[in-house]
T-cell receptor, first 112, second 110 residues
Framework: DAGITQSPRHKVTETGTPVTLRCHQT?????MYWYRQDPGHGLRLIHY???????DKGEVSDGYSVSRSKTEDFLLTLESATSSQTSVYFC???????????FGQGTRLTVV | RKEVEQDPGPFNVPEGATVAFNCTYS??????FFWYRQDCRKEPKLLMS?????NEDGRFTAQLNRASQYISLLIRDSKLSDSATYLC???????????WGAGTKLIIKP
């Protein structure tokens, strides 16, 4: 399995609080992605990164920000969590010359 | 219309049967295609890439039809352990994004 870990694995937070999810990889892959998965919607891209400090928005980026200061780490921040951000969040990585993505185990976030 | 569409199912199939499902994509610029498998409450895992000439991996066969813009997955001699959601993915080499279908749920029954 690809070396990719997400933390925390589970989190319950209150509406209005900031939350940061971490994705760490040991594969030295160039591309990193944050997705959310909700019933009926499948995987939806929040943000992605194509290099250190190079990030771009996905289809559901509102309310989220990201940072990538090192190749191995990609952080997703919810500046002020809302109940609509209750979801399962997956981080994924892919190499420069291949398009297959490998996923972390996911973070189950509940905003109450 | 979604860029990648799949029948959500569920497909209820007896053990040992052959099952097939398709995935259609709308963007003719799509160039890479994959099938992923996702078990309940787990992360998606790559099942197989889909090549233009079609490819086979054991009991699994994937095919691409560019003219009609769909890919297919065939599972022969289905096992109980094949029960999962199968996700179709396409990408364009012009960007880094993968476009995901919502998945087809497969249930294999004894």
């Amino acid at each position: 399995d690809a070396g990719i870990t997400q933390s925390p694995r589970h989190k319950v937070t209150e509406t209005g609080t900031p939350v940061t999810l971490r994705c760490h990889q040991t594969e030295n892959h160039r591309y990193m992605y944050w997705y959310r998965q909700d019933p009926g919607h499948g995987l939806r891209l929040i943000h992605y990164s194509y290099g250190v400090k190079d990030t771009d928005k996905g289809e559901v980026s509102d309310g989220y920000s990201v940072s990538r200061s090192k190749t191995e780490d990609f952080l997703l921040t919810l500046e002020s969590a809302t109940s609509s951000q209750t979801s399962v969040y997956f981080c994924a990585i892919s190499a420069r010359d291949r398009r297959e993505a490998f996923f972390g185990q996911g973070t189950r976030l509940t905003v109450v | 219309r979604k860029e990648v569409e799949q029948d959500p199912g569920p497909f209820n199939v007896p053990e040992g049967a052959t099952v097939a499902f398709n995935c259609t994509y709308s963007n003719s610029a799509s160039q890479s295609f994959f099938w992923y498998r996702q078990d309940c409450r787990k992360e998606p895992k790559l099942l197989m890439s889909v090549y233009s000439s079609g490819n086979e991996d054991g009991r699994f066969t994937a095919q691409l039809n560019r003219a009609s813009q769909y890919i297919s997955l065939l599972i022969r001699d289905s096992k109980l352990s094949d029960s999962a959601t199968y996700l179709c993915v396409v990408s364009r080499d012009s960007n880094y994004q993968l476009i995901w279908g919502a998945g087809t749920k497969l249930i294999i029954k004894p």
